[in-house]
């Protein structure tokens, strides 16, 4: 099908509501590697992956294969009959996540890991007890998702679900408090127990977090955070869910989980996105007791199925012997060197901040006023388009640029990527 037919045919039969980041949005036709290929035959070097979802590379052959080779002996059951890939990934989540996580639910999407996580949070405490999420954060498309969200661009409808607190976020480049890291002394973290005395009835069943805040423009909480925040939520009852949709399975650098990065211990963990290399999948993990909380009849009909298991195995098999949490340390330090090389020659760079490989600038109007400048970054996207370099966009401004590529991304592969943004950065006034 040509560009224009697919344009055309997608004016008509999608929603409207569904985003495209490009003014003339790009129709893929092909990808492997770090590489995008166009319907026209224009190639991209591909440092999104997909919203940080192609965690190797794009058409990687031996998480193709393993998905092929699923395919031709069992395809689908439903979680009614259990199967040997379901039994060997829940083993293999039970190894990489911390002692004691060792009760998996399979699911399809983030949306469903943290709906399930913010469920069996809500039967642990009885069906007694808060929800606290962080402002600038991103949960999914549900109706209790977008709930949790708290971006006003993305809650669609007026507050729906009640029960739901947001406590300050950890975004030290803009402090809601005016207050700077570390004379602050952690007064974010800390003003949750003020949160919780006044705005909740003194219980909480589940504090909600992305150890580094995705959507929100990879905003990476200060040392202690977690550690104060934690302990609050914890005095007052509540679990803390740690959501890893986006940090997961290497992405933060040298460490598997994003969490390991601030040193606290979750009850729950979520995950999607990078486990299974692009296959749909979801994932909640969580103690033996809160898992236990979850009773009465429960079913996913696509969760678990032996397809997305034999693919997340193989992605989780590939990640293992290439270590790639030690490339996304490498590979990251390389591109967030080049990164603080391009803020030292453009002023309009408020601030470059992330983990690993996941690397973003927050570009703002002046950086005296810290006047965000979204124009600015939609203008930066085009310029990299035409370099052929695909990026992310993010922030409750729209005004931080996201920078994830796939983590088998190369030494030359970061390099070209870099070349490719500087000239367009040279070129965005
Ligand atoms: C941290 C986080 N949680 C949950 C979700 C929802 O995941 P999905 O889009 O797979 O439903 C996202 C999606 O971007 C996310 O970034």
Known sequence: MDYQTIMEKHGQFLFPSVINYHAEPIAFAKAKGLRLTDVNGVEYLDFFGGILTVSLAHCHEEVNAAIWAQMQTLGHT??????????????????????GLDRSFFVNSGTEADETA?????????????????????????????????????????????GIKHAHA?????????????????????????LIRTETCGRVAAFIAEPILGVGGFIVPPEGYFEVATEIVRRYGGIFIADEVQTGFGRTGGKMNGFEQFGVTPDVVTYAKGMANGFPIGCTVATDEVAASFEGLTICTFGGNPLAMAAALATIEVMEREDVPARAQRRGAQLREGLEDMADHHRWVGDVRGMGLMQAMELVEDPGTREPAPARATALMEEAKAEGLLLGKGGLYGNVLRIAPPMLATEADIAEGLGKLKRAMARVR
């Open 118 to 162: 913010i469920t069996i949070a809500k039967t642990h405490a009885g069906g007694n007890g808060d929800i606290i999420a962080l402002r600038h954060c991103y949960s999914g498309r549900s109706t209790l998702a977008i709930n949790l969200c708290a971006h006003a661009p993305w809650r669609i409808l007026p507050t729906q679900v009640p």
């Open 78 to 99: 439903s979680t009614l009959y259990p199967n040997e890939p379901i039994v060997r990934l829940a083993e293999k989540m039970a190894s990489l996540s911390p002692a």
């Open 170 to 194: 950890p975004y030290c480049y803009r402090c809601a408090m005016k207050l700077t890291y570390p004379a602050c002394d952690l007064q974010c973290a800390r003003d949750m127990e003020e």
